[in-house]
C-alpha cells in the first residue's frame, strides 16, 4: 500500500545516521531554519564566535560542549541496548537538538527528558514514547517547529504503516472521554443498548456507532434533547420510511417549529441564559482593543430588530440574498430572515458579479444583504458596485467602517441605516413573534463548490442544522462554555453550520471581522479565548510558513478542526503543536448531506491528515471498479457508496435532477440503492480514512487507478522548493495509455527547472508508489486555479495541457 507516512520517512532524522553519512541527494525536511525561528543563536552560531559562546556557556569550551554530547550519546545508547526495545529514530544527539534550534542549555535538559522517556516507557514502541512525550508537555509551542519535526519524525521513523496503519499522534483518556457529550451519553444509555458488550466511550465507541447506523431513531431521539430544539408541533416519531421516493427517508414527521428561534432562546438544558455570552469579535485593525461581546438577550433583540424590519421591505416567503463577510451583523441577519420565515441565499463574498448574477437567478433572490466595502489585510476592496453589477432587483447595503455606507446607492437600495429605521416607530421593534413552519420548509439555498462542474444549489430546511449541529456536538464536542471560531462565509456550508453548532448547543460563537491570514486574527483566538478553531489546510500552510502566530498562546485550545481539502500532515503537526498536541479533528461531508460523513473522533486515537471514522448513524461501503463493496474490515482504495437513510441530507436540487446525479447508476447494497458521494477513500489497517480525491480526478497510469492526491504527496516532498504540486494525467493527442503530467508551484525566492525537477518526481513516484509510473512533463506556475471557497480544480488544469498539448502538436 502506498504509505504516506513512508513518505515522511524522508523526514526523519535516524539519528544514529550523523550529518557526515547522509546523501548528498536525499532532501532534508522541510523545517525551520533555527536562526530564523528563533532569536537565540544556533550551535554554529556560537562555536563560530568564542565570545558567544562564552555568554551562553560560561566556561565551557567547544570540545567539552562535544564531548558532554558524546557522553550523553553514549548513555543513551546503553540504555537502549539494555535488551529493552525502545524506539530506534531517538537516538539522537544533543547536537542535533541545537542544530533544530535549542540552546545549549535547552538540549542538554532536553536531551536528558528523552532518555527518561525511552527509559520509562522501556519496552513500549513509538505510540507509548510519544503518548508520555506530550503527557509530559516535553514539547512546548514556543519550540521551534524543527524540533517538534525532529522528535515526531523520529519517534516514528521505523513504524510500517503498511502492517500498523497510521503513526498516531493523539490518544483520548478515559477521563477526557466520560466528559465528552458523545461518551456521556454512552455512559447513560449504553449498558441499556449495547448490553454486556458495554466497556467504556472508548472501548465501546465503534460498536456504538454500529448501533447508530442501525438504529439511527434511537440515536436521534437521544440527540435532540441534548440540543437546543423546541418544537412548536412535536414529530409523530423519528423516522417514517414509507414514502420511498425519498431515499434518505423522512425525519420528524409532521413537526413544526422555528429553528432560529431555538438558537435565541434562553434554555436551562442545554445552558443557554439571557446575560451569556452569545458572540465575541474583533474589528482588524483593533488588535489591541477588548474583544467585543453580545450576550444572547442582546443578540435576540438585534436579530428581532431585523427580522421586523424584513417584515416591512419583503413579503413572506421570500428568497434574501446574504454577500457580505460573516460578521456579527451577517449572522443577525441570517437568523433574522430564518426567524421571520424567509428564505436565506448564501453567496460567498469572495465571488464575481457573473457569479454573484447566476445564483441571484436560480434562487430568485428578492434583495440581498450585503456591504459598501470588504475589509482584509489592511486593503478596502469594492463590494457594493461588484454586487451591482450582478443586477440585484434590492440591495440592503451595510457600512464596512463607521455608522453609514461610504458610497452612493441605486434608487431603489437601503442604507443599513433606513433599514433598520424603517421599523423605528413600532411599540416594540425588539420583539417578534416567530414563523412556525413544518420541519421540510425551506430556510437557505446554499451552493456547492463547484469542483466536479456547475455548482448545485442545495436547499437547506429546518432538519439540515440540526444534523449539522449533531455533527459538531458528538465529533469536535461542542459544548456549553466553547469559544468556537471557524473563519469561513456563510457562502459556504461551514457558515450556517457554525451559527448553528454554537447556538444549539449554547457555546460563544467568535468572530474575526477581517483577514485569517495575519498574526492579528492570531491575537483575536489567543484573547477571546477560543477553545474550538476550525480551519482549512491553506490556512494552515500559511500561517506555518509565514511563521506569523509565533509567540502567541492558543493553549485555550482543546481541539482544532479541518475541512475542505485533505490536509498536509507536517502543516497538522505544526498546528496541534501550537497547543501542546490537541486532536485536528478531520472533517469531510458534503453541502448536500449538512454533515460530515467522514470525521475523526474525541473518543478514538488520531492520525494527522486522517479520519478515524463515519460520522455517527452514517454508513457506508467503499466499492472496488465493478461496483462490489469491500468487506468492512479490509483495507482498501475506492469509492464511497453512502447507505441512503440519512438524516439531514436533501432529497432534491433546484439547478439539477437529484436522481440523476446522486442515485442513478449507484450499486444495490442489502436492498438500499447506494448514494454517490463520488469520493475516493482509502481505508487503512486499523480502520482510519484518507480522502484520495474525487472519482473524476483518479488517473489511469499504464493500466493502474491512481488518485491524483496520492501523487501530490509524494511530489510535495521531492525537493525543497516545492510549496505545492497538483498531478493530472491527459491521453496524448496520438492516442496511448494517459501521460502523467505535474503542475508546481515554487516557494517564494526559489528557483528550479521544469526538467530537474521531472526527474526528481520521477524518481520519488518510482521509489514510493510504483517503479512504472513517469511523469511526462512538469510545469511551473505562479498559482493554481481553485474555487471560490480554495479547492483544486484540476479539471481546469487538464483543459490547460490539453490545450497546450494541440498547440505544441500544430507547431
Ligand atoms: N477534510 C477533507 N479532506 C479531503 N477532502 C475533503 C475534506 N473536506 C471536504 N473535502 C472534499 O470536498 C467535498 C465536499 O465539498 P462541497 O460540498 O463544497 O462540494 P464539491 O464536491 O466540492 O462541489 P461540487 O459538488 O459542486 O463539485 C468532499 O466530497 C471532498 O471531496
Not at 519535526?149 to 466520560?178: C, E, H, M, N, R
Not at 484520495?692 to 501523487?711: C, F, H, P
Request: hydrophobic content about 35%; overall charge neutral.
Amino acid at each position: 500500500m502506498g504509505s504516506e507516512f513512508d513518505l515522511n520517512k524522508r523526514h526523519c532524522y535516524d539519528l544514529s545516521m550523523s550529518r557526515r553519512t547522509r546523501k548528498p541527494s536525499q532532501p532534508r525536511p522541510e523545517r525551520e531554519n533555527p536562526s530564523t525561528a528563533t532569536s537565540r543563536p544556533s550551535l554554529k552560531q556560537l562555536m563560530d564566535s568564542e565570545g558567544g559562546a562564552k555568554v551562553i556557556q560560561g566556561k565551557k569550551c567547544r570540545n567539552s560542549l562535544r564531548s558532554h554530547f558524546e557522553e550523553e550519546e553514549k548513555q543513551l545508547r546503553m540504555v537502549m541496548e539494555q535488551g529493552r526495545e525502545g524506539v530506534e529514530g531517538l537516538k539522537m544527539s544533543g547536537m542535533e537538538l541545537v542544530k533544530v534550534g535549542l540552546i545549549v542549555e535547552e538540549a542538554k535538559d532536553f536531551e536528558r527528558i528523552l532518555k527518561d522517556v525511552i527509559v520509562r516507557t522501556g519496552g513500549g514502541g513509538p505510540k507509548e514514547v510519544w503518548l508520555e512525550l506530550t503527557a509530559r508537555r516535553v514539547l512546548r509551542p514556543t519550540h521551534p517547529h524543527g524540533l517538534h519535526q525532529l522528535i515526531y519524525y523520529s519517534v516514528y521513523s521505523d513504524w510500517d504503516v503498511s502492517t500498523k496503519g497510521p503513526p498516531l499522534y493523539w490518544f483520548p483518556s478515559l477521563y477526557q472521554s466520560q466528559h465528552t457529550n458523545l461518551g456521556r451519553l454512552m455512559e447513560t444509555h449504553g449498558k441499556k443498548l449495547l448490553g454486556s458488550s458495554y466497556r467504556d466511550p472508548i472501548s465501546s465507541f465503534s460498536l456504538f456507532q454500529k448501533f447508530s447506523v442501525e438504529h439511527p431513531e434511537v440515536y436521534w431521539s437521544f440527540v435532540l434533547k441534548e440540543l437546543a430544539v423546541v418544537f412548536h408541533e412535536f414529530p409523530r416519531c423519528i423516522l417514517d420510511t414509507t414514502d420511498k421516493s425519498k431515499h434518505g427517508g423522512t425525519w420528524f414527521p409532521g413537526s413544526v417549529l422555528n429553528i432560529a428561534e431555538c438558537c435565541l432562546l434562553p434554555l436551562s438544558y442545554p445552558r443557554k441564559q439571557d446575560n451569556g455570552l452569545a458572540i465575541v469579535w474583533r474589528d482588524e485593525g483593533c488588535d489591541d482593543a477588548p474583544v467585543n461581546c453580545m450576550t444572547l438577550k442582546e443578540f435576540r433583540e438585534q436579530v428581532m430588530l431585523v427580522a421586523n424590519a424584513l417584515d416591512a421591505t419583503f413579503s413572506k416567503g421570500d428568497a434574501i440574498a446574504i454577500d457580505m463577510p460573516m460578521t456579527v451583523s451577517a449572522v443577525i441577519i441570517y437568523l433574522a430572515i430564518v426567524l421571520a420565515g424567509f428564505v436565506v441565499v448564501s453567496i460567498a463574498d469572495s465571488f464575481a458579479a457573473k457569479e454573484i448574477a447566476a445564483r441571484l437567478r436560480v434562487s430568485k433572490a428578492k434583495g440581498i444583504f450585503t456591504q459598501d466595502f470588504i475589509v482584509r489585510g489592511g486593503q478596502k476592496y469594492p463590494l457594493y458596485s461588484r454586487v451591482v453589477e450582478a443586477a440585484p432587483y434590492k440591495a440592503i447595503v451595510l457600512p464596512a467602517n463607521g455608522k453609514d455606507v461610504a458610497i452612493q446607492l441605486r434608487e431603489q437600495d437601503l442604507s443599513w441605516k433606513d433599514f433598520l429605521s424603517s421599523v423605528s416607530h413600532l411599540p416594540s421593534p425588539n420583539y417578534y413573534s416567530p414563523v412556525y413552519q413544518p420541519i421540510e420548509s425551506m430556510t437557505n439555498i446554499l451552493f456547492s463548490s463547484g469542483t466536479t462542474g456547475d455548482p448545485k444549489a442545495i436547499p437547506w430546511t429546518q432538519v439540515s442544522p440540526i444534523r449539522s449541529t449533531a455533527d459538531g456536538w458528538a465529533q469536535l464536542d461542542v459544548q456549553v462554555g466553547d469559544v468556537y471560531c471557524w473563519p469561513t462565509n456563510l457562502g459556504w456550508v461551514m457558515g450556517p453550520s457554525l451559527i448553528y453548532s454554537c447556538f444549539l448547543t449554547g457555546a460563544t460563537l467568535a468572530l474575526y471581522h477581517g483577514s485569517p491570514l495575519g498574526r492579528g486574527f492570531g491575537k483575536f483566538i489567543q484573547d477571546a479565548g477560543v477553545t474550538i478553531l476550525g480551519t482549512v489546510p491553506s490556512l494552515v500552510k500559511n500561517w506555518k510558513n509565514t511563521k506569523c502566530m509565533d509567540g502567541l498562546d492558543w493553549t485555550k485550545i482543546k481541539s482544532f478542526a479541518s475541512t475542505g481539502e485533505a490536509s498536509n500532515v507536517d502543516d497538522d503537526l505544526w498546528l496541534s503543536s501550537r497547543a501542546y498536541y490537541k486532536p485536528i479533528i478531520e472533517c469531510c461531508g458534503g453541502t448536500e448531506l449538512g454533515s460530515c460523513y467522514i470525521q475523526g473522533s474525541m473518543l478514538q486515537p488520531q492520525a494527522f491528515g486522517a479520519f478515524s471514522t463515519a460520522s455517527m448513524t452514517t454508513g457506508f461501503v467503499i466499492l472496488d471498479e465493478n461496483g462490489v463493496p469491500y468487506p468492512d474490515d479490509q483495507a482498501c482504495v475506492g469509492e464511497v457508496g453512502l447507505f441512503p437513510i440519512y438524516m439531514g441530507a436533501t432529497d432534491g436540487l433546484l439547478n439539477a435532477d437529484h436522481e440523476e446525479v446522486y442515485f442513478k447508476g449507484m450499486p444495490m447494497y442489502r436492498g438500499m440503492r447506494l448514494r454517490r458521494h463520488g469520493d475516493i477513500i482509502k481505508r487503512s489497517i486499523g480502520g482510519y480514512f484518507v480522502v484520495q480525491g474525487r472519482a473524476d480526478d483518479t488517473m489511469n497510469l499504464g493500466g493502474i487507478k491512481t488518485s491524483s492526491i496520492e501523487i501530490e504527496r509524494v511530489c510535495d516532498q521531492a525537493d525543497e522548493s516545492i510549496l505545492e504540486t497538483a498531478a493530472i494525467s491527459t491521453a496524448p493527442l496520438n492516442g496511448g495509455p494517459e501521460l502523467l503530467v505535474i503542475f508546481v508551484v515554487l516557494k517564494k525566492g526559489f528557483n528550479s527547472e521544469p526538467n530537474e525537477l521531472k526527474i526528481k518526481f520521477s524518481k520519488a513516484i518510482q521509489r514510493n508508489l510504483n517503479p512504472l509510473f513517469k511523469v511526462a512533463f512538469v510545469k511551473i506556475v505562479p498559482e493554481f486555479p481553485r474555487t471560490a471557497s480554495n479547492k483544486l480544480l484540476r479539471r481546469v488544469l487538464r483543459d490547460q495541457i490539453k490545450h497546450e498539448f494541440s498547440v505544441r502538436s500544430r507547431i
